[in-house]
């Protein structure tokens, strides 16, 4: 009975496994989903929404605003986390060879509706320059 529950609880505890995709694709992933580039160990997990301070559909705001996302990014056992902003997409995070870009973040934000943390979904794009 004893090795059943341990079997159950390492059975509970596995991460479903990474979805693997090509380098320089467009990547979509959900909150805790991650990729892993093809023919490597680097993977990439959208790890959370750290703010979210877009202006809503249908308001007219000053500027539009920003939201940072935190990635956890890397080859096995040697991964970082990075902070990427949708204000600034002229600023990837270089992690060893590869560049990390934050291409979008859905949903978009509306008037007085709080987006559920699940519900996000951030497109990245994982390039390795020459």
Known sequence: MGL??????VFACTRP?????PVDSEITLAPGERAQLAGTDFVVTFEKVVQ???CPVGVFCIHFGDARVAFRAGRAGADTTVVLSTADTTAPAAIGP???????LAPFKQQEAAIPAAAYRATIKVSRPE
């Open 4 to 9: 059943a529950l341990l079997g159950l609880a």
């Open 17 to 21: 496994p990474a979805r693997v995709v």
């Open 52 to 54: 979210d301070d877009r």
């Open 98 to 104: 590869y560049r990390l870009e934050l291409e979008g």
